[in-house]
């Protein structure tokens, strides 16, 4: 068991054998959960909502669409807009 100090800023240190041991890096994120009297610490992994390729296609538009005063409502109406235009 390794013991680890909660700092003033609500800040844990995760000792470096753990880091080590779950090949875990800096800035990486974490869903925190409570089970029971336990703080449990799960790594997550973000992944990005647009591909390169419909980020370029969005890009496109906006050059294309500023001045035309065109607008979407956020979600399906826009995703479907954004597959139509993506070459």
């Known amino acids: 068991m390794t013991i ?3 700092k003033a800023k609500n800040q844990v240190t995760i000792p470096s054998i753990i880091m080590k041991r779950l090949r875990l890096k800096p800035n990486e994120l974490f869903a925190v959960e409570i ?3 336990f703080i ?3 790594p997550v992994k973000v992944e ?3 591909t390169a390729q419909e980020l370029k296609a969005i890009d496109t538009i906006v050059e294309k ?3 035309a005063g065109k607008t979407l ?6 995703l ?3 597959k ?3 070459v």
Request: aromatic fraction near 14%; glycine fraction near 8%.
């Open 4 to 6: 680890t100090k909660l």
């Open 35 to 37: 089970e029971g009297n």
């Open 40 to 42: 449990k610490f799960v």
């Open 48 to 50: 990005p909502k647009y």
């Open 65 to 67: 669409e500023k001045n």
């Open 73 to 78: 409502k956020a979600g399906k109406e826009f």
């Open 80 to 82: 479907r807009y954004l």
């Open 84 to 86: 139509k235009s993506v």
